[in-house]
């Protein structure tokens, strides 16, 4: 059947019968919020090229948490901002560095929020790479002993799930034989599988003071160019046993984010990065979009192409924003 007789507008007329044929769902259950730690208390420093993220103590990091929790978003990912950098990032693998506290910090004021932490040495190392330097390279594998022992720290400290964004080959494996070796069999593996070098972590690395000193990340996270790649990277590191897959960042790689969904029969989240936030929070406060009903297309379109699992740092305004629009 043809125009006349078809005409997909019937369907469309009324809100409700929008509602009744919907296909993608999106909701704060599936949102996890990324968060900055920093030592001290009551401390809070605005972050100002992403408007409505701050660097937090612990004490209010786990205040806001619990505010995140009530409002259904599921889960925080914590990154740490450390009191000292050095060249091996000592405090990203230290029991009682800035991460392993605000874990516990969480835990105690929201026990059910899911607390993911980031794996990876940036924040920790005073040159910025996500790994030791040797003779001006990062050094692939006399990073992964120390991954594994952050991983190890972060489960000890109650974490429940640990998500290495480092980009090291092998860092699956090696995680995962010391999380198990530690009693800690049980905690997932979500890998940043996917991660390209993007410019789009540029606001993100001003939060975590965690922009490369010499030479960029191009030597360890994919080129823009590639898809196929992508894929091999899933197939490598649900190998080494990661649980779930993470591909970052989202919006420009919405044809990755399908490619590993349909090929991979596993959870798949996407990271709505930290520079997809602050064009948003900016054409939005030039008056340029309707913020609400951008951020609600935006994290739809995620979800549409394969993402079960959402991190962003509109989770929290989301919860309140997915129930005002209506399309
Ligand atoms: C750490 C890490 C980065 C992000 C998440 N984990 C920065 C980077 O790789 O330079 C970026 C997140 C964002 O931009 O929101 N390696």
């Known amino acids: 059947m043809s125009y006349p007789e078809s005409r997909p507008r019937r369907l469309r007329r009324t809100a409700a019968l929008r509602r009744l044929v919907r296909e993608t769902e999106i909701g704060a259950g599936r949102m996890i919020l990324p968060m900055f730690a ?3 208390k009551n401390d809070r420093r605005e972050i100002p090229s992403m408007p409505g993220v701050a660097q937090l103590s612990v004490d209010l990091l786990a205040r806001e948490g619990r505010e995140a929790f009530e409002q259904g978003v599921a ?20 029991p009682k560095g800035i991460i392993p506290n605000a874990v516990r910090a969480v835990k105690r004021e929201a ?32 990073t992964l002993p120390l991954l594994a022992e952050a991983a190890v ?5 109650g974490a429940d799930v640990v998500a290495p964004s480092d980009m090291m080959d092998g860092r699956v494996g090696a995680i995962r ?3 198990d ?10 890998s940043y599988a996917v991660k390209y070098a993007s410019s789009f972590y540029g606001p993100f690395r001003e939060a975590a003071g965690s922009a490369p000193q010499f030479g960029d990340r191009r030597a360890y996270q994919m080129d823009p160019a590639n898809a196929e790649e992508a894929l091999r990277e899933t197939a490598l590191d649900l190998e080494e046993g990661a649980d779930a897959v ?11 984010i399908r490619r590993v969904k349909e090929q991979f029969a596993v959870p798949v989240a996407a990271y709505h990065v930290s520079g997809e936030y602050a064009m948003l929070k900016a054409a939005a406060a030039a008056g340029w979009i309707d913020e609400k009903r951008a951020v609600a297309e935006t994290l739809l379109a995620i979800r549409r192409a394969g993402a079960e ?15 005002e629009v209506e399309w």
């Open 177 to 179: 034989s010391a999380l």
């Open 111 to 142: 026990p059910e929020l899911l607390v993911w932490t980031d794996i990876c040495l940036c924040e920790y190392t005073d040159h910025g790479h996500c790994g030791v330097v040797r003779g001006g390279e990062v050094d692939n594998d006399a």
């Open 181 to 190: 070796a530690a009693g800690f069999a049980h905690v997932p593996i979500v």
């Open 309 to 323: 699992i959402l991190v962003t740092y509109y989770a929290k305004e989301a919860s309140r924003i997915l129930k």
């Open 153 to 157: 720290a972060y489960a000890e400290a």
């Open 75 to 94: 889960g925080v990912l914590l990154f740490g901002i450390p009191s000292t950098k050095d060249a091996r990032g000592s405090e990203a693998y230290d």
């Open 38 to 40: 920093i030592h001290g």
């Open 246 to 256: 993470m591909v970052k960042p989202a919006v420009h790689y919405l044809d990755v």
